[in-house]
């Protein structure tokens, strides 16, 4: 499955599945791809949740918005340190990005995913 995203000067094709995360900054968001290829695209961290949606319905719910700088691949998430303030995403074999995000927003996503995943 391919997210589009249509600029005035450029077309960019992107396979879901390769992206790790989204990061923003400013008006423009920055994708950041298992192989470490990074994209910019002209949207705010709003339009480009609002595109994911559009264009990849039910599977948009991969990806989880996390505080006001990023949303991420659930499919990637490899550890929350809520102290430390840093999330790891990684493929467990080829990379593993470290992200550093507020210690609320990381509280807020490791009480979701223990609801979701772990508890019966």
Request: proline share 1%.
């Amino acid at each position: 499955m391919y997210v589009f995203f249509n600029s005035r000067d450029e077309l960019q094709r992107i396979d879901v599945s390769k992206i790790v995360y989204f990061e923003a900054d400013g008006n423009y968001t920055t994708i950041v791809m298992v192989n470490k290829l990074q994209a910019s695209v002209c949207m705010n961290l709003g339009e480009m949740e609002s595109a994911l949606a559009k264009q990849l319905g039910e599977e948009s719910r991969r990806f989880m918005r996390i505080g006001k700088r990023f949303i991420i691949n659930m499919n990637y998430v490899y550890s929350i340190n809520v102290l430390k303030q840093q999330l790891v995403l990684s493929d467990y074999d080829h990379f593993a990005f470290r992200v550093s995000i507020s210690k609320e927003a990381l509280k807020k996503m490791k009480e979701l995913m223990v609801a979701t995943y772990i508890e019966p």
